[in-house]
């Protein structure tokens, strides 16, 4: 039989809690929503801006939770009889718990941040990891104050390497979350005008990136981009922690360098010198922002131990996280149309990458190049000018038409030369029904925008609308 996640015993000293009547001596997940326990898993009952945990016991216990972890002040409120390990604080010992998965780990530990590429970074490292050993890694983007600790209190014992992506939007907020990680291996993917609306300038967005590398292991390593203009910050607050420096980029001089890249509709073929040794490999997903991305990723491989080579050769059957360049064919009845779902999140950094990608995407005979963008949130008063800056971008990428949502993308649109304006709105919804009545066989249309202009629903109508299916599992 398999060790479990958690013994009951270990998981209350974990949490600094007394246990109640009779848990589970097994605990195989952790959960903070009753939703998803499944049998054997433990339920914290944290309490929310909007809702308290303790309000969903008595379900977590109706799905067979092993235990559920509560607060002493709500005890008496709760069913009798149930299954408990008792704290002062839900919350904290859940960070209790955290710090006592990283202080029982021997895994090579890896915390990854940075304006752009921390989630499809940290897939394209679990990839190509999880060949050469037992890997664990954040679910989707659980970057936050609670979804670092609870990817933590996750980690399984015996697990060879072990991936944390952090994110912020305000200064301060990386340094305790790093804290709990200790990672051996920090990575910043980029520095880009992100969040600006909190931040009085890009140097200070490179200054909270830079509070990655605080909480470094004694003789850690720092991952960074060589390409910016804020490297110069980052490297001093890598020296600061006693860092082993590593930069990554296109510059000469950089300890991991791009050599030669050859850019293909949907993968791309590389040639980089990779802390001193050249290695050509394939990348199964688009876009040169992944190409370079994929330096940090095998400088990270070599730095905690791994083998380049299969490494390199992992990256190959690497595909586009859902909302980060996922492709689908739509099938208008008549013919097919492409559909590029860039809809989890932007930033101008972001942007441009997408719309990049757009350009180098080949089109159908008498297809076009669509571009449908939604409001890109956080960037203060700069808000304006950054939108009406694609323009450039899109007549360099040959889009054809372009159809904007909300009123920053109003901006851009009044930029747009006449034959390049689609349609305009201020909602994404209201654009939806004049997009699907403009598609036509050829043409590649993506989507792209903060998930504050829900941009995503437009992606799921067009797959529904005309019976997607997966672009690459047809090829």
Partial sequence: MTAPLWTLADFAAGCAGRIVGRPVERIEGISIDSRTIGAGDAFFAIRGEARDGHDFVEAALKYDAAVCVVAEDKLAELPAGGRYVVVDDVFEALRRLARAARARSTAKIVAITGSVGKTSTKEALRRVLSGQG????????????????????????????????????????????????????????????????????????????????????PDGAAVIDGDVDQVGILMTAAHAAGARIVRFGERDGLESRLLKVSLQADNSTAVAS?????????????GRHVVKNSLAVLSVAVLVGADLARAGLALASMTPPKGRGERHSLHLG??????????????????????????????????????????????????????????????????????????????????????????????????????????????????????????????????????????????
């Avoid at 037992?134 to 072990?162: C, E, I, Q």
């Avoid at 990779?274 to 688009?286: C, R, S, W």
């Avoid at 050829?442 to 019976?467: H, Q, Y």
Wanted: hydrophobic share 45%; aromatic share 4%; glycine share 8%.
């Fill in 134 to 217: 037992k890997t664990h890694a954040s679910v989707a983007s659980y970057n936050n104050h609670w979804g670092v600790p609870l990817t933590l209190a996750r980690m399984p014992a015996d697990v060879a390497f072990g991936l944390f992506e952090i994110g912020m939007n305000h200064p301060g907020e990386i340094t305790p979350l790093v804290a709990m990680v200790r990672p051996h291996v920090a990575v910043v993917t980029t520095v880009a005008p992100v969040h600006l609306e909190h931040f009085r300038d890009i140097d200070a967005i490179a200054e909270a990136k830079a509070e990655i590398f605080s909480g470094l292991e």
């Fill in 274 to 286: 990779i802390l001193g040794t050249e290695i050509t490999y394939k990348i199964g997903a688009p």
């Fill in 334 to 475: 008549h013919g097919e149309a492409l559909l590029i779902d860039e809809s989890y999140n932007a930033n101008p950094a972001s942007m441009r990458a997408a719309i990049q990608l757009l350009g180098q995407t080949p089109v159908g005979l008498k297809g076009r190049r669509i571009a449908v963008l939604g409001d890109m949130l956080e960037l203060g008063s700069q808000g304006e000018k950054l939108h009406v800056g694609l323009a450039d971008a899109l007549a360099a990428a040959n889009v054809d038409r372009v159809y904007c949502a909300g009123p920053l993308m109003h901006a851009l649109w009044h930029a747009l030369p006449p034959e390049m304006q689609g349609a305009q709105a201020m909602v994404a919804a209201d654009l939806e029904a004049t997009l699907i009545s403009a598609l036509q066989p050829g043409d590649a249309v993506m989507i792209k925008g903060s998930n504050g202009s829900r941009m995503g629903p437009i992606v799921e109508t067009l797959k529904t609308r005309f019976a997607s299916t997966r672009a690459r599992d047809e090829a």
